[in-house]
Every structure is written in C-alpha cells, then in structure tokens.
C-alpha cells in the first residue's frame, strides 16, 4: 500500500510519518507532501517519497496521489491563524485533496479532524454520532472549517472509504503545546478540563485508524482523564492564580470526548492513560 501523508512538518504530522515508515507492513511505501525539499530531506533520509509544492495547488495534489492506495490528511491550519488561512487550508484544500484522490483512484481517505468540531458539550462524554452544536470558543475558524471538510468529505461522490481521526490537545516529546496552552489557561475556570493524547497514542490511533479493515467513519482519540486548569498550572510548574477558583467552568464537557468506539472496533489502548503517567515516564 502506498500512504500519502500531507501536513507531515507539523507537530503531529513530524511524529506520525516516522512512526508510519518504521511500522509498515513489508512492501508499503510512505509519501509525504511538503512545501520545499529541504523539509522532505529528513522524511526521504526515512525512506518516503517526497512531493514538494503546497496543497493548496490543486496540480500537485493530483500528482501527490497518483498511484496512491491512501491518504491520511494531518495538514491543519489553527492558533494565531486568520480566519482566512484556518478556512483555506482546513476546509478548502482538504475538500480539493479529497477530489485529487477521487480522480487517482486512491481507495483509502483518512482525514484528520479534531474534537472541537463538537462544539457545546452535552453533559457526557461526546460520541462519534454527536452533530456539531456551535458555541463560544477560542480557536477562531479552525473548528467550524474542520467540521466543514469532514461534511463535504463524507458528501463526495466516489470516495468510498472515508476514516475520520478527531484528535484531542496533543502533547508530549517535546511538543511546546503545553507550554503553549498557558498563554489562555488563566483565563479560564479552575474546574475546566482539557481533554490531552500523547503523540505516541495519537499515531497509534491513526495507524489503527488507517489500516483495520472495515473501519469506517470517525473515530475519537485520547488519553483516560482530561485535566483541570489547576492540574495545568501543576504541570507547568507554575503557581495558581487565585483569581481562577471564583470562575465556573461555562461549559466542562467541551472536548471530552469517549474513546469507546475506537477500543471497541479497534483495539486502541492508550499507552500514556493520562498526562501525570507520561510526566511519571520522562515521556513530556
């Protein structure tokens, strides 16, 4: 099987592709998409064919998939983002990714989505047939365009066997995310949670995601227990702000997702079940 993996320079892509060369069966082949050679030359040192262009292009496109059996789109657009770019890149360029990959034959299309797309919670943990109800949140467009491509994706005639990933907060291997996540975390409520997944269970998901026969339609991944604003604050070694414990959560179900379809269908199993077992591993 021939995979094309867009958006491999990314924080998730960069951890994911590597995982992907190395596990493959016998005979698969890996080809990544990137924008100049010299961010492909560290994936082609791994063994990948390298595509060079932007995906935005609808031409490359055609000539990333020519010949592909698989897609796995990891390319997002998200924080510090106009609305624009979250729009063009999110939504757009994954809707003409998925018709290059019609008009090539590829037989497979993974793509990867997030849980934010469910909006409001709902009091539970949210589930895989959980519409998208809109409501307040911070990361400006990246939400809604996501959701965006996975309706057009799953209305696209010829495109037969489509697998969505919603990812949830990724961290770990030194990914600055969660250092990063401090810039709003004091804004927040004490008591609100923030769903994480470590790459390593992130790119075991997309793999199980990707090669499971008979998967189908989306897929929730993450780690056992979302963590509190406090517990942030803990983790980056910070003090808490008082401020934060006179707060109410507005909404303390945003994002938490259920990983009961993806353990039941799948047989994923986080490796890291929480944020405190990765920091207990060395593993941040």
């Known amino acids: 099987m021939l995979t094309v ?46 595509v060079v262009g932007d995906l935005r292009d609808t031409e490359v496109l055609g000539k990333a998939t020519a010949g592909a059996d698989a897609v796995v789109n990891i390319a997002a657009a998200f924080r ?55 409501g307040e949140h911070m990361w400006g467009a990246y939400p809604e365009s996501k959701w965006q491509a996975e309706e057009a994706l799953r209305g696209m005639d010829g495109l037969t066997d489509l697998r969505i990933a919603r990812l949830p907060f990724v961290y770990g291997e030194g990914d600055p995310h969660l250092t990063a996540v401090m810039q709003w975390a004091p804004r927040w409520a004490a008591m609100q949670r923030l769903h994480m997944g470590h790459h390593v269970d992130v790119a075991q998901g997309l793999r199980r995601v990707l090669y499971t026969p008979g998967a189908s339609g989306a897929y929730n991944i993450a780690d056992d227990a979302p963590v509190t604003t406090v517990e942030l604050f803990q983790l980056n070694g910070m003090e808490v702000p008082a401020e934060i414990y006179d707060r109410e959560a507005p909404d303390p ?16 199993r986080p490796m890291y079940p929480s944020v405190w077992t990765a920091q207990d591993a060395g593993a941040l």
């Open 5 to 50: 993996v867009t958006g491999v320079t990314g924080q998730v892509g960069k951890r994911f592709v590597p995982r992907l060369i190395q596990g493959a069966p016998q005979g698969d082949r890996v080809r990544v998409l990137v924008r100049d050679e010299a961010r492909g030359e560290p994936f082609a040192a791994l063994g990948a064919e390298v």
């Open 80 to 134: 510090g983002v106009p609305d624009e770019e979250a729009v063009a890149v999110n939504r757009d360029a994954a809707i003409e990714l998925g018709r290059a990959a019609v008009a090539s034959g590829v037989r497979r299309f993974v793509q990867v989505s997030t849980g934010l797309v469910y909006g409001k919670g709902r009091g539970r943990a949210l589930v895989e047939t959980d519409g998208s109800v809109p």
């Open 253 to 268: 179900w945003h994002a938490v997702m259920s990983t009961a379809r993806i353990r039941h269908e799948l047989g994923y």
